[in-house]
């Protein structure tokens, strides 16, 4: 008998027929003795649907009205789910974020869970109850209804997991686990029995959405064994893990990639010591967080010009406060683009391996993608190329690095 917390992802409960499948899914846990901790999300698109109806009233709607509309999709699926469980004969709780005191801070839209109470919990699973956890929700010290930032129903799954001190934390969604890349993208796309956190934490960070970054960091800091599995196929998924010495190490896991990218430049300035302070300053004062930056001087005449990007979120605004704070360093001119896109190679394997980064240029340059800027650290490398672009380098560098399955494990994403 064990405890273990399970994820289900807007995909999974985005119709009553899929919530009744959830929930006979939940009760064949239960038959066989294991505590269920249930997390859901809402059904899918219906909190970009909330989005949208905050859109209409309110062109730039956030804060802390915003979250309390945000958070209605998860009370309708932990209603629904635990009234599922029910009538198959498995006594069932919900609760919202604030009812189990998943207590947050107070940055609204975006906020990060301290503690959780786990004594309403205990005391149903003591009493035989699955206990249905609405997700990406929670509470501030002021009893203010706050949101963990899209995708935070998987954070939901992992801070329980640490608290519950939960054997396993499932995450089941519409794949069957984490693939060298987006396998919408990629149709050969390999399934990765394990991947380490490390890696996860780069792949998440670097776009590849299937698990929100803080849920991975969560999991990492606080070792807890996390798995990604399919709602609608049998399987093992994968596991994420620390990385050990028996571990094959692959060269590179995967293949992330992001179109949340907007770039910003600033030509012609002139080149004295605090220059970059002005420049990048004048957008982080902004709260604005900067990602890659490449400065350049032409030797002829020694001005500079510097490169950086931004969330394409953030494009409008980090480009107001540049234009401000260029006029005052006679720059020559400050131009953006929001049509990029960022591909990145991750992989533990790198560490000990030269040449990855000459064989990524040479397969896109003979796919003739240009490349724009590019960043390394010790397990990833990332370019910024043209957005058109985008799907063309992430298949030319799956196929480079040899990273597709044999045909016969192919599993198509299920359920969509
Ligand atoms: P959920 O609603 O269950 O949280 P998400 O849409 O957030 O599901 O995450 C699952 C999706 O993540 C998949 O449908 C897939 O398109 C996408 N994805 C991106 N990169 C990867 C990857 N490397 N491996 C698996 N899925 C990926
Ligand atoms: N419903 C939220 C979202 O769409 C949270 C989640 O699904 O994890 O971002
Ligand atoms: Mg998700």
Redesign the pocket.
């Known amino acids: 008998m064990a405890l273990i917390v399970q994820k289900y992802?807007?995909?999974?409960v985005g119709t009553t027929e899929r919530i009744e499948h959830v929930a006979r899914k939940i009760k064949t846990f239960r038959d066989k003795g294991d505590d269920v901790v249930v997390v859901v999300?809402a059904m899918?698109g219906e909190t970009n649907r909330l989005l949208e109806l905050a859109e209409a009233v309110h062109p730039h709607a956030r804060g802390r009205e915003l979250d309390v509309l945000l958070s209605t999709g998860e009370q309708v699926t932990i209603s629904l789910l635990s009234m599922a469980l029910a009538r198959l004969g498995c006594p069932a709780r919900s609760y919202t974020g604030s009812q189990v005191c998943i207590l947050t801070d107070s940055e609204f839209n975006k906020a990060r869970i301290q503690t959780i109470e786990q004594e309403r919990i205990r005391e149903d699973l003591g009493k035989g109850r699955v206990v249905v956890v609405a997700g990406f929700q929670g509470v501030d010290e002021h009893g203010n209804i706050t949101t963990l930032g899209r995708?935070g129903?998987?954070t939901t799954a992992v801070a329980l997991a640490a608290a519950l001190k939960a054997d396993e934390c499932q995450i089941y969604?519409?794949?069957d686990?984490?693939?060298?890349?987006?396998?919408?993208v990629v149709s050969d796309a390999r399934r990765l029995d394990r991947i380490t956190f490390e890696e996860m934490l780069e792949?998440a960070s670097l776009g590849?959405?299937?698990l929100q970054i803080r849920s991975v960091e969560f999991a990492g800091k606080y070792n807890v064994p996390l798995r990604v599995l399919s709602t609608f196929v049998e399987g093992p998924g994968t596991l994420i893990t620390f990385e050990d010495e028996d571990m094959e190490e692959a060269l590179i896991s995967?293949i992330a990639f992001s179109r949340d990218e907007a770039q910003l430049t600033v030509t012609g300035v002139p080149d004295h010591p605090g220059v970059a302070y002005k420049i990048i300053g004048a957008v982080s004062a902004l709260n604005i967080e900067v990602d890659m930056i490449v400065q350049n001087v032409g030797a002829a005449d020694g001005l500079a010009d510097f490169t950086f990007t931004v969330h394409r979120n953030d494009y409008e605004r980090a480009m107001e406060g540049l234009r401000e704070a260029v006029e005052k360093l006679e720059a020559r001119e400050v131009r953006g683009d929001t049509r990029i896109a960022k591909v990145s190679l991750v992989g533990v394997g790198m560490r000990s391996h030269a040449g990855i980064a000459s064989k990524m240029f040479e397969a896109l340059g003979r796919e003739g993608v240009n490349i724009l800027m590019i960043s390394t650290s010790e397990i990833k490398i990332s370019v910024i190329i043209q957005e058109k672009y985008l799907e063309l380098a992430v298949r030319a560098l799956h196929d480079a690095f040899e990273l597709a399955g044999p045909p016969e494990e192919r599993v198509d994403?299920a359920g969509?």
């Open positions: 992802g807007g995909t999974s999300s899918s995708g129903s998987d969604t519409d794949v686990g984490v693939y060298t890349t987006d396998p919408r792949m590849s959405k299937v995967g994403s969509t």
